[in-house]
């Protein structure tokens, strides 16, 4: 296990908090030295390993923590949110080291965390836990653009999330929901939802483009409403836009540089739309709101 505060021995040095594990074991002398040197050149910590825990960064004393529990060769390691002490630049080099660490030592890493980020970021497989129940196991692409529940949605990722029920099926490709005060086309997920019945419309908001209403809605195969801009928030790559719908709904859009829209602001008339294979229809209404995902994660 790799803890989340690390539990470093502050008077032993690099080496001999490395060395620990296979000492325990009796390991004879020349294995320890073979294995632990071995860890160190693979965390690239070799030039510290006379050093205190004290001595380190809070990244290196990450990585020593690391290669003590690789030192012992486990057939899996439990990662327990072990990025959860470090700033936000040094989190993100950490992930790709870890990823990086795991491929060269071949070990299957459990990595625990509520940085959904993150989750996606490191990993090859992801299994989404609700109320002590998993709701999803999957690719980080099968999580993020086919969730299988509304809270899946929510919780990896931003999402715009309608509550309405789905009406029929165009074709076999794609059925009719009626949300946002309208009838719209949307892919189907892969929960059978009986016509009439309850059902969520999911459209992430990079998928979202977003027209002036003078252009009117673009031709082509593509459906959104009408909306007037309520908020816009400067985010550096992108622009969150947030706009209502005819109904009041909130549609949230991340408008990129790619998107040539004059300036916008609040009170103005637009026209958001998508692709309909830019939707999924999840079973249910049911939608988490923020303060729900915040008490999930203060009780877990």
Known sequence: TVFQHYALFPHMTVWDNVAYGPRSAKKDKAEVRKRV????????LSDFADRKPAQLSGGQQQRVALARALVNYPSALLLDEPLGALDLKLRHAMQFELKRIQREVGITFIYVTHDQEEALTMSDRIAVMNAGNV???????????????????????????????????????????????????????DTTIESGGHATLMVRPERVRVAPAAAGMPAGDVVGVPATVTDLTFQGPVVRLSVAAPDGSPVI????????????RPGDDVFVYWTPDASLVLPGDDIPTTEDLEEMLDDS
């Open 37 to 44: 040197d071995e860890l160190l050149e693979i965390v690239r």
């Open 135 to 189: 709701d999803q196991i999957g690719s980080p692409t099968e999580i993020y653009d086919r969730p299988a529940t509304v809270f899946v949605a929510s919780f990896i990722g931003q999402a715009n999330l309608w509550a309405g029920r789905q009406t029929g099926r165009t074709n076999r490709d794609f059925v009719e929901v009626e949300v946002l005060g309208t009838t719209l086309k949307a892919r189907p997920g």
């Open 253 to 264: 859009a991340h408008v990129g540089p790619e998107q040539d829209l004059p300036l916008l």
